[in-house]
């Protein structure tokens, strides 16, 4: 036996990174209810109430919505799993690190797939998802595009991608991990087909659930397979009917984190989603504001920026990791670092669910002028706190 652990201490950290955000001690009230069996009808009784505010959450009607067990990898591969067999046609857009995730995740399923890109910090255009499937050779059943991505800060418009999808009989998929619960969705209104998300985002919830939505088109999609899913775990025929009215197990679904999630759509309900996505976009603006006053460059061009999502380029002569290992050791605030090619050239400041308050700015604002301008670097005294007031009070 190793000698006795000490008990654990994790400190009580301000996330402002992109996710997990900093979950809503609410939500952590209900992680520590006590656990039911997963077939009790209390529990049933919870997950059908979870469905039901998850509906209300994507803006769907979708019969089929749920939450997958396991985090948002594991809702993000059960499309390309359930819906394309070997040698089906896949169109793949690849903004940003999320994307390229789907080009492998595709490929593992045994698509024929074609890339669209464009480079880190840009949206995917209309016109290069039409041109893909000019040149595809056949029928493409499935495109699937990042609404939200989290490695670069994009919103990516979709209505003229969705149209062009549609009228090439293709189905969309759209990953929704760092937009649902902070910016609308819209799954009906926008005519997707699936969608995805994760729990740790703007729903602030602690990660290990993926709540995904599915229209009966691809519900249709999934029944008509001739092949079976190459997995057991993330085989949605299977799921659904453990969700559904069948109850057929399946596996022991993890029901603590299934209150947690109940309860963090409690809290969205509560607030409205149409408050809840002015006040991610307001704490957004404020955060903008501040950075451009201390003189920072945002990387994403205005109209593209997520109200979840801000990201900022480093400025020159100054060390990114000593910024961000200031802001964690001396301040307890968490912000994230740049991916793939954006490493050590950016910071990811999220401001999601439970994070997106006015005090977080501030706090935020306040503290990198004091970290920055001990580093030497040079801008007005108290400029950006004072542009998000500004922002607020306006
Ligand atoms: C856009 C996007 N898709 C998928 C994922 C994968 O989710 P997870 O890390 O919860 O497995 C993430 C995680 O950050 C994400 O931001």
Not at 156 to 173: E, F, M, R, S, W
Request: charge should be neutral.
């Amino acid at each position: 036996m190793p000698e006795l652990i000490p008990e654990r201490k994790p400190t009580n950290r301000l996330l402002l990174g992109p996710g997990p955000s900093t979950t809503d001690p609410r939500i952590l009230r209900a992680l520590s209810e006590p656990t039911v069996g997963h077939l009790d009808p209390e529990f049933l009784r919870i997950m059908n109430e979870t469905m039901a505010m998850l509906r209300y959450v994507f803006e769907t009607e979708n019969k089929l919505t749920m939450a997958m067990s396991g985090t948002g990898s594991a809702a993000q591969e059960t499309p390309f799993l359930n819906l394309l067999e070997p040698g089906d046609k896949a169109i793949v857009c690849v903004h940003g690190y999320f994307g390229e995730r789907m080009v492998d995740m595709a490929g593992r399923a045994g698509a024929d797939v074609t890339v669209v890109e464009k480079p880190m910090g840009q949206a995917i255009d209309p016109e290069q998802v039409a041109d893909a499937f000019k040149k595809a050779n056949g029928k493409v059943k499935l495109l699937s595009i990042v609404h939200a991505e989290t490695s670069t800060g994009v919103l990516q418009p979709l209505d003229d991608i969705v149209k062009i999808t549609h009228d090439n009989g293709a189905l969309i998929v759209v990953d929704t991990v760092t937009s649902l619960g902070g910016v609308s969705v819209g799954t009906d209104r926008n005519h997707y087909y699936f969608v995805y998300s994760g729990t740790q985002k703007a729903l602030s919830c602690p990660p290990g659930l993926g709540p995904i939505t599915v229209n009966e088109a691809a519900v249709k999609a999934i029944q008509e397979r001739k092949t079976k899913v190459h997995s057991w775990y993330l085989d949605l025929s299977m799921i659904m009917r453990y969700w559904g009215q069948e109850r057929f197990y399946h596996h022991t679904a993890p029901v603590n984190m299934v209150y947690a999630l109940h309860e963090a759509l409690r809290i969205i309900q509560e607030e409205g989603l149409e408050a809840r996505f002015a006040r991610h976009r307001l704490n957004r603006d404020a955060l903008i504001a501040g950075l451009q006053a201390m003189g920072l460059k945002l990387v994403v061009d205005d109209g593209y920026r997520l109200p979840t999502l801000t990201t900022v380029y480093v400025p020159e002569g100054i060390a990114d990791a000593a910024v961000r290992g200031a802001l964690l050791n001396d301040y307890n605030i968490e912000i994230g670092g740049g991916l793939g090619a954006l490493k050590g050239k950016i910071w990811r400041i999220g401001l999601m669910g439970y994070s997106s308050t006015k005090r977080n700015v501030l706090t935020l604002l306040t503290v990198l002028e004091t970290i920055l301008g001990g580093m030497g670097y040079k801008m007005p005294q108290g400029a950006g706190t004072a542009a998000a007031t500004a922002v607020y009070t306006k």
